[in-house]
């Protein structure tokens, strides 16, 4: 039988971009380009790799996300997987950690999987907990902050690099999986790669779809509520040190007046 991988991908804000803040003080998402997060892009490669070992195995993206997240869906398919579903909705705007976890459980378990692939953290969020708390709604084990992962008689096996300790993991099929950016270099999708992914079938499911409520989500069903945000003030021009003779001593000084030396 097929083994059905699917993996979690988002389309988060270009970081070199201008990103401010909504009135409603959620990520203004209309003023700034997007893509692919940069880490995800390590979970589809170790997609790719567990599915060139496997007989027979088929790749699902998944992205919550506007209109555009379908960007990162075509990157992700444009490097080799099968086939995309981007879920949408009007109601999700707002959504925190937990209602997206909701709705990516939800579209997981309407796709079939036998394991789930996540990237270590957001490049927006960071907050690293979409893969724990899938693996709770899904009710499958998870095996988390992977650099190296493969998938041998109905079990996936893992290693995790910590300060002090590397561990040999291991669970059951289904499993959820977070890979670190220490799990291989992702590839570059080749010119063949993105005329195939024109062609290959985008899912689009909304709410309804899943069967959820839009109580359940967006700013009315968060459990999170931000209080404040304030913008990174604008760079200064710095200190200019002009070597006339006095150069190091001028920049030993700075240095010990900002604590560090
Ligand atoms: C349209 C939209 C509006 C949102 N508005 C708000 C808001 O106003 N306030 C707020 O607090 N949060 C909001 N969120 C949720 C927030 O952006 C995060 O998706 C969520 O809180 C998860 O946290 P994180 O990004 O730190 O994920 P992490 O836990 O760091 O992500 C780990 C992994 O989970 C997967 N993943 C995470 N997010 C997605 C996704 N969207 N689609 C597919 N896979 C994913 C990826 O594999 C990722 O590498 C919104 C999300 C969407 C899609």
Not at 150 to 170: F, K, N
């Amino acid at each position: 039988m097929s083994l059905r991988i699917v993996v979690c991908v988002k389309y988060v804000p270009d970081a070199t971009g201008d990103r401010h803040f909504a009135e409603d003080l959620t990520v203004d998402r209309d003023d700034v380009d997007g893509l692919l997060s940069e880490l995800d892009e390590y979970a589809v490669e170790q997609a790719l790799q567990i599915a060139d070992e496997a007989d027979d195995a088929e790749i699902t993206v998944l992205t919550i996300g506007p209109e555009d997240a379908k960007d990162a869906l075509r990157k992700a398919l444009s490097m080799g997987a099968d086939k995309a579903v981007h879920v949408e909705d009007d109601d999700l705007h707002g959504t925190d950690a937990l209602g997206t976890s909701l709705v990516l459980a939800k579209a997981i378990e309407k796709t079939g999987y036998d394991l789930v692939v996540c990237g270590m953290a957001s490049t927006d969020g960071t907050m690293g907990v979409l893969p724990a708390m899938l693996a709770e709604r899904l009710g499958v084990p998870q095996v988390s902050l992977l650099s190296e992962v493969s998938v041998a008689d109905g079990t996936v096996t893992g290693r995790r690099d910590g300060d002090t300790a590397t561990e040999r993991l291991q669970a059951r099929l289904p499993a959820v999986v977070s890979v670190t950016d220490q799990s291989g270099e992702a590839r570059y999708p080749s010119f063949k790669g993105i005329m195939a992914a024109k062609k290959k079938p985008v899912t689009s499911w909304d709410l309804e779809d899943l069967e959820i409520e839009s109580d359940e989500v967006g700013l009315e069903g968060a459990w999170t509520a931000v209080d404040g945000a304030t913008e990174r003030p604008a760079r200064t021009a710095g200190t200019i040190v002009k070597d006339e003779g006095e150069g190091g001593k001028q920049l030993a000084e700075f240095l010990a007046g900002q604590k560090f030396i």
